[in-house]
C-alpha cells in the first residue's frame, strides 16, 4: 500500500535554517574577535610592556644611582649632616626600583605560562571556529536542499490507488472458504 507522507512542517525547517543562518553570522565575528583578543595580549605582553618595565628598571636605577649619589656626597662631608629629604629620597628609589624589577620578573614569568595557560582555550576556539565556517555552513545547505525536496514532494499529487488488477473473464473466482479445489472436483 503506497501512501503519501503527510509533510506539514516544511516551514519550521526554513525557519530553523534561517536562525541557524543568523547564529552563524552572530557567532563567527565573535570567535573572531577572541582570537584578535588573545593575539593582541600577547603582543602586548611580549613586546609593549617588556620595552615599557625594561625602560622603567633603567630610568628608575639611574634615579636611585643619583639619589644613592646624593646621600653618599652628604655622608662624606663632614660639613653638614644627611638631610632626612635625601635619605627619603634614596628610599624612595630604592623602592620604586624594587618595584620595577619585580613588574619586570612578573612580566617575564606571565610571558613563559602565557602559552601553556592559554593555549587550551584557544584550540577550543579553534575547533568551534571550523564548526562555524565548515560544518554548520554544510548544514544549511543541507537544509536548503531538504526545504527544496520536500516542498517539491508536498506539491506532487498522490499515487492513485488501485484495487489490484482484474481476474481474466471466464475464471472462476477464488475458493475464499478454505477448502482446495479438487475436493469439489
Do not use: C
Not at 56 to 73: C, G, Y
Not at 103 to 122: A, G, H, I, S
Amino acid at each position: 500500500m503506497t501512501q503519501k507522507a503527510n509533510v506539514t512542517a516544511v516551514d519550521a525547517l526554513e525557519a530553523f535554517r534561517a536562525e541557524l543562518v543568523l547564529y552563524i553570522s552572530k557567532a563567527r565575528p565573535t570567535i573572531e574577535e577572541v582570537s584578535g583578543d588573545v593575539l593582541r595580549m600577547r603582543l602586548w605582553l611580549e613586546n609593549d610592556q617588556r620595552t615599557y618595565w625594561e625602560n622603567q628598571l633603567r630610568r628608575r636605577t639611574r634615579e636611585l644611582e643619583q639619589a644613592q649619589q646624593a646621600l653618599f656626597s652628604a655622608q662624606i662631608a663632614n660639613l653638614r649632616e644627611e638631610s632626612s629629604a635625601e635619605v627619603n629620597a634614596f628610599h624612595r628609589a630604592k623602592r620604586a626600583r624594587d618595584e620595577a624589577d619585580d613588574k619586570l620578573r612578573t612580566l617575564k614569568r606571565w610571558n613563559r605560562d602565557f602559552e601553556n595557560q592559554v593555549q587550551p582555550l584557544v584550540k577550543q576556539t579553534e575547533k568551534l571556529h571550523t564548526l562555524l565556517t565548515r560544518d554548520l555552513v554544510q548544514a544549511i545547505a543541507y537544509l536548503a536542499q531538504a526545504v527544496t525536496t520536500l516542498d517539491a514532494y508536498a506539491g506532487t499529487p498522490p499515487p492513485s490507488v488501485s484495487p489490484g488488477p482484474a481476474p481474466p473473464s471466464g475464471t472462476a473466482p477464488a475458493n475464499t472458504q478454505g477448502a482446495s479445489p479438487m475436493a469439489t472436483a
